[in-house]
């Protein structure tokens, strides 16, 4: 029952639907009943312990308790989802998941702003085809002011929710659409759906839904959906953190016991269709190769198979040393990337096998080979060895996931996913158990069982992109509610919501780690942050270099040199150091950024000193072995043809070199891969110098987090790195030269004909990371566009609903710095809202509109309260010992510079903010042009250029 995903899941720009699962739940009895578990499924294994309880409307709660920081995740799941949608309603899950961020009865604005001011993280909702979630993590302090809310918008939303509302968000889901369908191969998940599931089945569409539907939408059927849906008995509310039983239960009631349940509405069971025979679908769209993508409808989520099918797919096609990979993408070299992957869901999983062909490869060919692999697989099984391997990353993952509380794939995620789905709070163990217990042939019989039937095969060519069109929207059938069950009750609050949102009075007080150090025999300075919360222990090795050293024609030199290095070393090919690297459940790699590099290894405590010789042996003595470096250089520069396929790809890759100028050292794309050129031109000598001249002891910094001390760590780091010495000199690092602005505003469009979007970049450079007022420009930025409630976004989104979000940001740089703003916005909207954006921006930085005290004090607020929560993870405290280390920063720079957030004034933001200058910007606009050139030339707001994805101007333009 793989209801947990133990992966690190990243979020991006483009913001896609997270897929799920669910499994019938079923309720407890009206009494509130209490369950405490504890225990672990096997030797050696992490446990979420828990208790669980009932409240007497129907709402399950459970509770676990982890001290490690000051926080509570709240987590609340509602087992609604697309798939309980009928025909003529598609869309309505997902847009009441808009809609309950818009505020409630007794909270009249944006569902956010209390949460800022008390600095919560890790906030978001979701929605899938079987279910819909909230969730936040805030400090312990605030858990009343988190309760409140999610009971109004529970108990009390349908008097908030007016026509304006209501067409408010119809236009922010319209744009998130456009968004995701703006997006190389953005249309396939659509067409997946329609063609796979049967008209009737109750995942035929997709969880967006159709814009007819909802534009047809009235505001009594919005209503009516809610009354049905989003009651206590069809939730679950977690709450894990700091936090006890005793507490839960008074809170829970508090908050939730007097409302009302709805009606008990029916879960449909599984519907795991046939496919009458193999089929096949080709689209075309403006992709820069071919992608292949062949899917099975097999086993729910909930299943023993469900488990199987996860390990068949780890074996076939789910790292570097599986079947698929090892034939197509090592071997036979004729794809860039290869992957199985099983998805779960309530009612029907999917099995997939995706491919992306290299260019001039027949994808027939691929389609054969790949098919044999399957074959093989289903014949003879996986080894004993492939799938001890598989299921040590997959133990590995789930003790990684869980150090967090909340948020995406955290313990309360784990908890609440596993009640929606089975009704069992710990069902995390039996999967646990299933994938430690299953052999080899119980794992090819459910291949066999599942993978023998017909499955279709979508594929995506080059060419136009045609639209999707949507039917008409169909009237439904008269909904008539049964009526409410008659066991549940409810019980009387002493809460007057009339006095509004509870006022967080009190916050904790930040306790970041204190750093240790000492030195390595060979130069190396150690820093060490003791977190003893899971047995994994997490290094950074920080060495100099970067983006800034690759000059003028080795651009991409820094990061493919460090990409090379888990490609192999010493005896192992990259294939065998895959394998051992997999075994040990250890992750290794190393990436550069635009003033360093480095590289990191996250090792389970008992593999911690086989894992550590590995990470050193790959720093030591990588191979740079020809073969490999010929198949990533291929597989790199496809990378970058992905790159300048995508809207937000290509303006990242162009405004660098336009902000810094052509020769400048920071003149790479922010991605780090360079070009095609300078990437083909590439050769082993360049990677070897690179390595001799920047991947060395002397002058470095080694960061450790994790479940260690000084004293245990220090020998087994001396054992393995104290010997190691650089080849010769350092090089000097070099002084990055100061840019001058540009005379007057500048506008760069980029052609992409057919975007139903256009994404709107703007930028400009700024004072370097170690600036002395560094702090309150990212500060005064914060006000612009740092938050969902920030100007840029509340304006383009929630007033225009023309963006699906609009933020600003800068990034971290020892030299200047880029300060960019973004908004993905509908087409015919482009040039409004660069007006729109122009303005924002301008009357700021000029002081004709400037930030607020209030504005000053939410971001303080936000600021200051969410650090206690900022740093629970080790990755989260790594990041900011890397910033101390690359920036020259004090060990106890997150104190310092809370106390410097705290003492800003809103003159201080006003006059952070003059930083930028309105009168010389550059803008990078992508999009169709034959629809938005001529609007944005009108517009005068500077000179205009036409110019590719690789920034070269066009021709007559």
Same mark, same amino acid.
């Given at each position: 029952?793989?209801l947990f995903?133990?992966?690190?899941?990243?979020?991006a720009?483009?913001?896609?639907?997270?897929?799920?699962?669910?499994?019938?739940?079923?309720?407890?009895a009206?009494?509130a009943?209490?369950?405490?578990?504890?225990?672990?499924?096997?030797?050696?294994?992490?446990d979420?312990?828990y208790?669980t309880?009932?409240l007497?409307?129907?709402l399950?709660?459970?509770?676990?308790?982890?001290?490690?920081?000051?926080?509570?995740?709240?987590?609340?799941?509602?087992?609604v989802?697309?798939?309980?949608?009928?025909?003529?309603?598609?869309?309505?899950?997902?847009?009441?998941?808009h809609?309950?961020?818009?505020?409630?009865e007794?909270?009249?604005?944006?569902?956010?702003?209390?949460?800022?001011?008390?600095?919560?993280?890790?906030?978001?909702?979701?929605?899938?085809?079987?279910?819909t979630?909230?969730?936040?993590?805030?400090?312990?302090?605030?858990?009343?002011?988190?309760?409140w809310?999610?009971?109004d918008?529970?108990g009390?939303l349908?008097?908030?929710?007016?026509q304006?509302?209501?067409?408010e968000?119809?236009?922010?889901?319209?744009?998130?659409?456009?968004?995701?369908?703006?997006?190389?191969?953005?249309?396939?998940?659509?067409?997946?759906?329609k063609?796979?599931?049967?008209?009737?089945?109750?995942?035929?569409?997709?969880v967006?839904?159709?814009?007819?539907d909802l534009n047809?939408?009235?505001l009594?059927?919005?209503?009516?959906?809610?009354?049905t849906?989003y009651?206590?008995?069809?939730?679950?509310?977690?709450?894990?953190?700091?936090?006890d039983?005793?507490t839960a239960?008074?809170?829970?009631?508090q908050?939730?016991?007097?409302?009302?349940?709805?009606?008990?509405m029916?879960?449909?069971?599984?519907?795991?269709?046939?496919?009458a025979?193999?089929?096949?679908?080709?689209m075309?769209?403006?992709?820069?190769?071919?992608?292949?993508?062949?899917?099975?409808?097999?086993?729910?989520?909930?299943?023993?198979?469900?488990d199987?099918?996860?390990?068949?797919?780890g074996?076939?096609?789910?790292?570097?040393s599986?079947?698929?990979?090892?034939r197509?993408?090592f071997?036979e070299?004729?794809?860039?990337s290869i992957s199985?992957?099983y998805?779960?869901?309530?009612?029907?999983?999917?099995?997939?096998?995706?491919?992306r062909?290299?260019?001039?490869v027949?994808?027939s060919?691929?389609e054969?080979?790949?098919?044999?692999?399957?074959?093989?697989?289903?014949?003879?099984g996986p080894?004993?060895?492939e799938?001890?391997?598989?299921?040590?990353?997959?133990?590995?993952?789930?003790?990684?996931?869980?150090?967090?509380i909340?948020?995406?794939?955290?313990?309360?995620?784990?908890?609440a996913?596993?009640?929606?789905?089975?009704g069992?709070?710990?069902?995390?163990?039996?999967?646990l158990?299933?994938?430690?217990?299953?052999?080899?042939?119980?794992?090819?019989?459910?291949g066999?069982?599942?993978?023998?039937?017909?499955?279709?095969?979508?594929?995506?060519?080059?060419?136009?992109?045609?639209?999707?069109?949507?039917?008409?929207?169909?009237?439904?059938?008269?909904?008539?509610?049964?009526p409410?069950d008659?066991?549940?009750?409810?019980?009387?609050?002493?809460?007057?919501r009339?006095?509004g949102?509870?006022?967080?009075?009190?916050?904790?007080?930040?306790n970041?780690?204190?750093?240790?150090?000492?030195?390595?025999s060979?130069?190396?300075?150690?820093?060490?942050?003791?977190?003893?919360?899971?047995?994994v222990?997490?290094?950074?090795?920080?060495?100099?270099?970067?983006?800034?050293?690759?000059?003028?024609?080795? /651009? @991409? $030199?820094?990061?493919? *040199?460090?990409?090379? &290095? %888990?490609e192999?070393?010493?005896? #192992?090919?990259a294939q065998?150091?895959?394998?051992?690297?997999?075994? /040990? @459940? $250890?992750?290794?790699? *190393?990436?550069?950024? &635009? %003033?360093g590099?480095?590289?990191? #290894?996250?090792?389970l405590?008992?593999?911690?000193?086989?894992s550590?010789?590995?990470?050193a042996?790959?720093?030591?003595?990588?191979?740079?072995e020809?073969?490999?470096?010929?198949?990533v250089?291929?597989?790199?520069?496809?990378?970058?043809?992905?790159?300048?396929?995508?809207?937000?790809?290509?303006?990242?890759?162009?405004?660098p070199?336009l902000?810094?100028?052509?020769?400048h050292?920071?003149?790479?794309?922010?991605?780090g891969?360079?070009?095609?050129?300078?990437?083909?031109?590439?050769?082993?000598k360049?990677?070897?110098?690179?390595?001799?001249?920047?991947v060395?002891?002397q002058?470095?910094t080694?960061?450790?987090?994790?479940?260690?001390t000084?004293?245990q760590?220090?020998?087994?780091?001396?054992?393995?790195?104290?010997d190691w010495?650089?080849?010769?000199?350092?090089?000097?690092?070099?002084?990055?030269?100061?840019?001058?602005?540009?005379?007057?505003?500048?506008?760069?469009?980029?052609?992409?004909?057919?975007?139903?979007?256009?994404?709107?970049?703007?930028g400009?450079?700024?004072?370097?990371?170690?600036?002395?007022?560094?702090?309150?420009?990212?500060?005064?930025?914060?006000?612009?566009g740092?938050?969902f409630?920030?100007?840029?976004?509340?304006?383009l989104?929630?007033?225009?609903?023309?963006?699906?979000?609009?933020?600003?940001?800068?990034?971290?740089?020892?030299?200047?710095?880029?300060?960019?703003?973004?908004?993905?916005?509908?087409?015919d909207?482009?040039?409004?809202?660069?007006?729109e954006m122009?303005?924002?921006?301008?009357?700021?930085?000029?002081?004709?509109?400037?930030?607020?005290?209030?504005e000053?004090d939410?971001?303080?607020?936000?600021?200051?309260?969410?650090?206690p929560?900022?740093?629970?993870?080790?990755?989260?405290?790594?990041?900011?010992?890397?910033g101390?280390?690359?920036?020259?920063?004090?060990?106890?720079?997150?104190?310092?510079?809370?106390?410097?957030?705290k003492?800003?004034?809103?003159?201080d933001?006003?006059?952070a903010?003059?930083a930028?200058?309105?009168?010389?910007?550059?803008?990078?606009?992508?999009?169709?042009?034959?629809?938005?050139?001529?609007p944005?030339?009108?517009?005068?707001?500077?000179?205009?250029?036409?110019?590719?994805?690789?920034?070269?101007?066009?021709a007559?333009?």
């Amino acid at each position: 029952m793989r209801l947990f995903r133990p992966t690190v899941l990243a979020l991006a720009l483009s913001t896609a639907l997270i897929a799920g699962v669910h499994a019938p739940a079923a309720h407890a009895a009206a009494a509130a009943a209490t369950t405490a578990v504890e225990g672990s499924t096997q030797a050696g294994a992490i446990d979420i312990a828990y208790d669980t309880f009932t409240l007497p409307n129907g709402l399950t709660v459970i509770v676990h308790t982890d001290r490690k920081a000051p926080i509570v995740a709240v987590n609340i799941w509602y087992h609604v989802g697309s798939k309980d949608e009928p025909m003529g309603k598609t869309g309505f899950a997902h847009l009441f998941e808009h809609l309950m961020f818009n505020g409630s009865e007794n909270h009249r604005d944006e569902y956010f702003k209390p949460f800022e001011m008390a600095g919560a993280t890790d906030q978001n909702g979701t929605t899938n085809n079987d279910r819909t979630n909230y969730f936040e993590n805030v400090p312990t302090t605030a858990l009343d002011m988190a309760l409140w809310m999610e009971s109004d918008r529970m108990g009390h939303l349908l008097g908030a929710i007016d026509q304006k509302t209501l067409d408010e968000q119809r236009g922010v889901v319209q744009n998130e659409k456009r968004q995701g369908e703006n997006q190389p191969y953005g249309q396939v998940n659509e067409v997946e759906t329609k063609t796979i599931y049967p008209v009737g089945h109750p995942y035929h569409h997709g969880v967006i839904g159709s814009m007819n539907d909802l534009n047809a939408a009235s505001l009594e059927d919005v209503k009516n959906w809610f009354r049905t849906w989003y009651g206590p008995n069809n939730a679950v509310l977690v709450l894990a953190g700091d936090i006890d039983l005793a507490t839960a239960k008074k809170k829970a009631a508090q908050y939730f016991g007097d409302i009302p349940a709805t009606p008990t509405m029916a879960q449909p069971k599984a519907n795991i269709p046939d496919m009458a025979a193999e089929g096949r679908t080709v689209m075309e769209d403006k992709v820069p190769q071919v992608m292949v993508d062949r899917v099975w409808n097999v086993a729910q989520a909930g299943t023993r198979d469900a488990d199987l099918l996860e390990l068949f797919a780890g074996v076939l096609g789910g790292s570097k040393s599986s079947r698929l990979q090892s034939r197509l993408v090592f071997g036979e070299k004729l794809v860039d990337s290869i992957s199985a992957y099983y998805n779960p869901a309530q009612i029907v999983g999917m099995f997939g096998i995706e491919s992306r062909v290299k260019q001039g490869v027949d994808p027939s060919k691929v389609e054969a080979l790949a098919n044999e692999e399957l074959q093989r697989l289903l014949k003879d099984g996986p080894s004993a060895e492939e799938l001890a391997r598989v299921k040590t990353a997959y133990r590995a993952g789930f003790i990684r996931g869980i150090e967090r509380i909340g948020g995406f794939g955290g313990k309360a995620d784990a908890l609440a996913s596993c009640t929606i789905y089975t009704g069992n709070p710990g069902c995390f163990r039996e999967t646990l158990k299933n994938v430690d217990e299953a052999t080899p042939e119980q794992v090819r019989e459910a291949g066999v069982k599942w993978l023998k039937r017909n499955s279709h095969t979508f594929v995506v060519q080059p060419g136009e992109r045609t639209p999707l069109a949507e039917a008409p929207s169909v009237k439904s059938a008269p909904l008539t509610l049964p009526p409410v069950d008659a066991k549940y009750k409810t019980v009387a609050s002493a809460v007057d919501r009339s006095k509004g949102v509870p006022v967080v009075t009190s916050f904790p007080d930040l306790n970041f780690p204190s750093l240790q150090r000492a030195k390595l025999s060979n130069g190396t300075q150690v820093v060490l942050a003791e977190r003893h919360d899971i047995p994994v222990v997490q290094m950074s090795y920080e060495f100099g270099g970067g983006f800034a050293s690759d000059g003028k024609n080795d /651009l @991409g $030199a820094a990061s493919f *040199a460090m990409g090379m &290095l %888990d490609e192999g070393e010493g005896d #192992l090919d990259a294939q065998a150091f895959a394998e051992r690297a997999q075994s /040990l @459940g $250890a992750n290794l790699g *190393a990436g550069a950024g &635009l %003033d360093g590099s480095s590289a990191y #290894l996250s090792t389970l405590n008992e593999q911690l000193e086989p894992s550590l010789q590995l990470f050193a042996d790959m720093l030591r003595q990588p191979r740079f072995e020809q073969k490999e470096i010929d198949r990533v250089k291929a597989t790199w520069i496809a990378g970058i043809a992905q790159e300048k396929a995508q809207p937000n790809g290509a303006a990242m890759r162009v405004l660098p070199p336009l902000l810094y100028g052509n020769g400048h050292p920071y003149a790479i794309p922010f991605s780090g891969t360079g070009t095609e050129a300078s990437i083909g031109a590439l050769g082993r000598k360049n990677l070897v110098a690179y390595h001799d001249a920047y991947v060395r002891p002397q002058g470095a910094t080694l960061i450790v987090v994790g479940d260690t001390t000084l004293k245990q760590i220090m020998p087994k780091l001396e054992a393995v790195f104290g010997d190691w010495r650089g080849t010769g000199d350092a090089p000097a690092v070099a002084k990055v030269p100061a840019v001058a602005l540009p005379d007057g505003p500048r506008v760069f469009l980029i052609d992409q004909p057919g975007a139903i979007q256009a994404n709107i970049f703007v930028g400009q450079l700024m004072p370097s990371t170690k600036d002395d007022g560094a702090t309150a420009l990212g500060f005064a930025n914060t006000v612009l566009g740092g938050q969902f409630s920030s100007r840029l976004n509340m304006n383009l989104r929630e007033d225009k609903h023309w963006a699906y979000g609009a933020y600003s940001f800068l990034n971290n740089a020892i030299g200047e710095r880029p300060w960019l703003a973004f908004a993905p916005v509908q087409i015919d909207k482009t040039a409004p809202a660069l007006q729109e954006m122009s303005r924002d921006i301008s009357e700021y930085a000029t002081g004709k509109k400037p930030a607020t005290p209030a504005e000053v004090d939410k971001v303080k607020a936000d600021q200051i309260n969410g650090l206690p929560g900022s740093y629970e993870t080790a990755r989260a405290v790594m990041g900011a010992i890397s910033g101390i280390v690359r920036y020259d920063r004090p060990d106890d720079y997150v104190v310092r510079n809370a106390v410097k957030i705290k003492t800003l004034t809103t003159a201080d933001v006003n006059e952070a903010i003059k930083a930028i200058d309105p009168t010389a910007l550059t803008w990078v606009v992508v999009g169709d042009l034959s629809k938005i050139e001529q609007p944005i030339r009108d517009l005068k707001l500077g000179k205009i250029s036409v110019i590719d994805a690789d920034g070269k101007p066009i021709a007559g333009r």
